[in-house]
Every structure is written in C-alpha cells, then in structure tokens.
C-alpha cells in the first residue's frame, strides 16, 4: 500500500499481525508461526489466530486497493500477497 493510501486503524493487538505478514511477504505462514510472532504464547487453538487473521483481512479488505491481500494457501497458511518494498 502506498504511503498516501488509504489509513487502516489497528487496535494495539493487531499490529504484531500485519508486521509478521510484512517479514515475509508473499511466502505462506503457519499458524503456529504467526502464533509466536504476535506473541500469544501458551495453548492458542488455532481458531483465535483464524479470527485475528479474519479480523484483520476485513479492515485491510474496506480499502478498494486492498482486496485479497491475505490469502489462504492450502488451508493450512496464510500468505500476504502484495510485493513489500523495504524503505531505509
């Protein structure tokens, strides 16, 4: 997304979410990957990584240019399908 793109609020749990997707762009993740990376340690089913997922696919999905930026591989992973440019 640009940076003159729309604006998408995320609460402060949402925000390790978009950054584990950021890391690795376009290559699939597991949930328990994405488990560790958003710091939900302990037992997490992985019904709760599912919803944060959903739930953050629905705020990125309420911009036009956003349409299917996470997608379901093999229903196993999820991966973030737009090319990210690392800005210094």
Not at 46 to 57: H, K
Not at 69 to 77: D, E, H, K, N
Request: charged share 30%.
């Amino acid at each position: 997304m640009a940076e003159a793109g729309p604006k998408i609020r995320l609460s402060k749990s949402d925000h390790a979410l978009p950054a584990a997707f950021l890391d690795a762009p376009q290559r699939p993740l597991s949930r328990p990957h994405l488990a560790e990376a958003t710091r939900l340690h302990g037992k997490v089913s992985d019904r709760t990584i599912d919803v944060r997922v959903l739930r953050l696919r629905r705020k990125l999905e309420r911009a036009p240019c956003t349409r299917e930026v996470v997608q379901i591989a093999r229903g196993l992973c999820y991966v973030f399908t737009l090319p990210v440019e690392r800005l210094s």
